[in-house]
């Protein structure tokens, strides 16, 4: 999303690195500098040089001491293939975080979370899981290619499933993540959060209604 009040609205953080886990997916992490956050809030970045920034939700843990965001180049985008172009030692515009998509204020120790993402969408679940490692999970990630997944070696595979639309691959499931989820027992799932395209999140609402989960238990953000 873009906001041409950012200049007003940001500050200057210096890049500290920036790993690419593909050739358009990447990770920047950014100096911190007393930045506070809940878990599954975005925060605006873009050049420094720039009028425009794009919202990224932060993928590093509230205890971080860096920030991080995870970037897929958009082509013909205003800030992705800007931002594939910075170095480590750059700056960039860095807006105070916002957003409402975090877990629950009362969390309980039982309480059981199905996260479902398609593509980037998966970096605040990155940060839930991080932020609280005990957190009972599983997490659905719909992608188009086995090498679009995102640092695998950080979740437990037991609670991880990828959906691959358009390769196949005996260690994944093959198709989107909402003909997975048709076939999966809700019965001791407490929250649903969904981060990713849109037609991603309807169809699971409809899937929802269908099978009488109470929609008060479910939480999502659109990626655009």
């Not at 199905?114 to 957190?135: C, E, N, Q």
């Not at 995102?150 to 260690?171: D, G, I, M, Q, V």
């Amino acid at each position: 999303m873009i906001d041409s009040n950012a200049k007003i609205q940001s500050e200057l953080h210096k890049v500290l690195s920036i790993k690419h886990l593909s050739e358009s997916i990447f990770i920047i992490k950014i100096e911190r500098k007393g930045i506070n956050f809940k878990a599954g809030q975005h925060i605006g970045v873009g050049p420094a040089n720039s009028i425009y920034t794009r919202e990224y939700s932060i993928y590093s843990a509230e205890d971080d001491d860096d920030l991080e965001i995870l970037v897929k180049e958009v082509l013909n985008g205003f800030i992705s293939p800007l931002l594939k172009g910075i170095k480590q030692g750059d700056y960039l515009q860095v807006e105070e975080p916002r957003g409402y998509f975090s877990l629950p204020e009362q969390k309980s120790s039982e309480d059981k979370y199905l996260f479902v993402a398609t593509g980037t969408g998966i970096s605040p679940f990155h940060s839930f899981i991080k932020s609280y490692p005990d957190l009972k999970y599983n997490l659905l990630h719909g992608i188009s290619f086995v090498n679009d997944a995102c640092e695998l070696e950080f979740y437990n595979p037991a609670n991880l499933a990828l959906c691959t639309s358009k390769e196949s691959n005996h260690n994944n499931f093959n198709g989107r993540v909402t003909q997975l989820l048709e076939t999966l027992s809700l019965e001791t799932t407490s929250h649903i959060f969904l981060c990713g395209n849109v037609n991603m999140i309807n169809e699971v609402y409809d899937q929802m209604v269908t099978r009488k989960f109470p929609l008060n238990k479910i939480h999502s953000e659109v990626y655009f």
